[in-house]
Nanobody
Framework: QLELAESGGGSAQAGGSLRLSCAATGDRYAMYCLSWFRQAPGKERKGIAYIDSEGNTKYDASVAGRFTISRDNAKNTLILQMNTLKSEDTAMYYC????????????????????WGQGTQVTVSS
């Protein structure tokens, strides 16, 4: 079982960039499939970026082309590089992990993930 901890959130201007990290402790990190979710006030938690154990990625349409998910298995770290930020990106961001990996249809469904970080706040001002 992993433990996850996000960092790197903060404030940015629209059009700017932020880089989130998710540090993992535990065994077999490289086997896990990992995702970033976000939750804006009054809204449901939504999956936005996913990476499997082989480094294949998928993105929600709301962030595709602007955000990049990556992982460093040597450092047990998951990264979300966020560019061209918009005010609607304002949310609490969470990393999540699952093994065995979710089906393709469920990668952005929060209930299939059993391990979560505590979240990091991102605020984008226009």
């Amino acid at each position: 079982q992993l433990e996850l901890a996000e960092s790197g959130g903060g404030s940015a201007q629209a059009g700017g960039s932020l880089r989130l990290s998710c540090a993992a402790t535990g065994d077999r990190y490289a086997m896990y499939c990992l995702s970033w979710f976000r939750q804006a006030p009054g809204k449901e938690r939504k999956g936005i970026a996913y990476i499997d154990s082989e480094g294949n990625t998928k993105y929600d349409a709301s962030v595709a082309g602007r955000f990049t998910i990556s992982r460093d298995n040597a450092k047990n770290t998951l990264i979300l590089q966020m560019n061209t930020l918009k005010s609607e990106d304002t949310a609490m961001y969470y990393c999540a992990a699952r093994w065995p990996c979710p089906t393709e249809q469920s990668i952005f469904i929060q209930y299939v993930y059993h391990t979560w970080g505590q979240g990091t706040q991102v605020t984008v001002s226009s």
